[in-house]
């Protein structure tokens, strides 16, 4: 039988194993040539980012709903109260409502089994964007039609899956002009 102390030692151990595995890393990236602002929901709320710069969520299981989408032509005073030309969220920094169309978001549920994330385009579209997962497909959005997008309710196929504990890599890259 095992000592109380390493009783304690395996029930840590376990806690903290259980603890670091129920998370998925997202890592977004501003890959423009100028600054933007982009946003998650429920999870991280917003930061500013300039060119080359990455902002990292640890998002836990059982995070459903979740958005990040990018905020362009933004200016805020002191970190908070301003204004986003678009995506804006109530004229806050750091968001806890969807942004104002049209935007480009990235869409995610985070489970114990399964996530599944995707793209759509809500009302129009504001940014180029890719989403990717370490263990699944990349989504690539670089045009006002793309089709990787949800573009209609109706557009079922779209949703792509990934195994859970996975990381994304959620990013606003240089549009690719016709």
Known sequence: MASPAAS??????????????????????NNCS???WP?????????????????TLDVPV???GGRIWGRTGCSFVNGSGGHCATGDCASELSCTVPGASPRTEAEF??????DLYDISLIDGYNLAMEFSCSTGRSL???????????????????????????NYQPGFPVPIMA
Do not use: H
């Open 8 to 29: 304690w030692v395996f029930l840590l151990l376990c806690v903290f194993t259980a603890s670091s595995a129920s998370a998925a890393t997202f890592t977004i990236t």
């Open 34 to 36: 100028f600054t933007m």
């Open 39 to 55: 946003a998650a929901i429920p999870i991280g709320g917003g930061v500013e980012l300039n060119p080359g710069q990455t902002w």
């Open 62 to 64: 059982g995070t459903n």
């Open 109 to 114: 549920s985070i489970t114990a089994a399964e």
């Open 140 to 166: 690539k959005c670089r045009e006002p039609a793309c089709p990787d997008a949800f573009l209609f309710p109706d557009d079922d196929e779209k949703v792509s899956e990934c195994k859970s504990n996975s």
